[in-house]
């Protein structure tokens, strides 16, 4: 499924030739790939230069079938997963503080790199990562390797280090916070779940995944939040998640995309509270959340649509018409 021209917000089926691995590189025979909003960003043209045309699909989860020259740490056969961190420099200011997910030349699956809405891709076998045997079904794999860690980088930032925060407000309860919210729970934090106004499925399905309290995105909690991560791409939920922290609160903006924040007085930062975005994800971050997986144990709520359906996924994914995260399979085509 290839986008050729951003904007138009659809895919089309296209019939290319089957990817070769070059020196360094796994190709991958995918199994399934998750549907990610950044996608939805991408489709819709609300992400600058991508790659053209452009296979999308950053949540590969799949067999190595063929190794290119060099390419170590992966065996034929093995299942494998490949993010939305495609390749680094290794040379540039970011990567010589270790903050690779910073780098200044990085290149990202499905973005800058063909991705996963197809039923082969090729991947830098150093950003590939084997996944635990735990993760056998490859569609309830799929949503870790981009809402998953995004969502525990996100996690991490919010905490910062503190053993205190108590109150976790998730804004915006999808792929990432349905995710997010059981690893949460396991750390015996309280989880407060916010959707968008009416949706009382969603709510619901957040308090079945431990969330103490649910309610509308534009409600004040029931009692002060000690952080807050955004999903939802909506810049006036940040001064709504300032209202809610407590001073010394944390608000983590968690996309890659999100609209204009509106202007807030003084007040509402006030009482060294912060806003930080989160931006991509490092190897570490990937093996210390694969790691981490199997031992909650995380399960993840997953649509399946078959690969050729990829728009009415992506349409589907806009309006909120599911719980949890979708996934396409290769075939029927």
Known sequence: MVL???????????????????????????????????????VDGELPDPKLSLIPGHEIVGRAVALGPGAKGIDVGQRVGVPWLGSTCGTCRACARKHENLCERACFTGYQLDGGYAEYAVADARYTFVLPDFLADPAAAAPLLCAGLIGHRAYRLALAGRTEVQRLGLYGFGAAAHILCQVAVHDRHEVFAFTRPGDERTQQFARSLGAVWAGASGDLPPMQLDAAILFAPVGELVPVALAAVCPGGAVVCAGIHMSDIPAFPYRALWGERVVRSVTNLTRSDAREFLALAPRIPLRTTVKRYPLADANRALADLRQGKFDGAAVLLPGPW
């Open 4 to 42: 050729s021209e951003p904007g138009s917000g659809r895919l089309e089926a296209l019939d290319v030739p089957r990817p070769e691995p070059g020196p360094g590189e796994v190709l991958v025979e995918v199994e399934a790939c998750g549907v990610c909003r950044t996608d939805l960003h991408l």
